[in-house]
């Protein structure tokens, strides 16, 4: 069994993510060419708190979306294939800026997948990179543009975001074999 060690509790993640969203703001003073699109499972909720984040921000509502990297990973043969979700993108994706939200960065190849998948539907402008928790390891050259928190760990660890029922981070886990 695992050995889970919290690191971040609720409140420190709100403030790591409402910094990421002043981020994105300073760095895209145009909030209608922004769309989040989470990454399915644990970038969802985490691009639908930003987007309210970014809708108080810039004083309007703003897309966002979710994408299914699935099919498009290069590493199927080791993790098998999971459970497939939708890809539900809220308009055409031309002349967007889009930032890509997910959880936790390690590899990059579960953002390269969804780079490929978001690919299919149209040509962004660009797309970004935000993530709550970076944790290195890369096997890929991914970089992200807005970081929650860097969070050094070792190659056998894990770590998980959790959420609470309504879809707020609550804590992020260390896991220890």
Known sequence: MDEARTVLEADA??????????????????????????IQRGGVPLARQLGAMLGELYGGEVAVGTVEPGLHRDDLSQRGMSELRPTELPGDLGEKVIVLVDDVLSTGRTVRASIDALLGFGRPRCIRLAVVIDRGHRELPIRPDFVGKNLPTHADERVEVRFDENGAAETVEILSP
């Open 13 to 38: 993640i709100a403030r790591a993510w409402r910094r990421v969203a002043h981020e994105i703001v300073e760095a895209n003073a145009d909030g209608g060419a922004v769309m989040l699109v989470g």
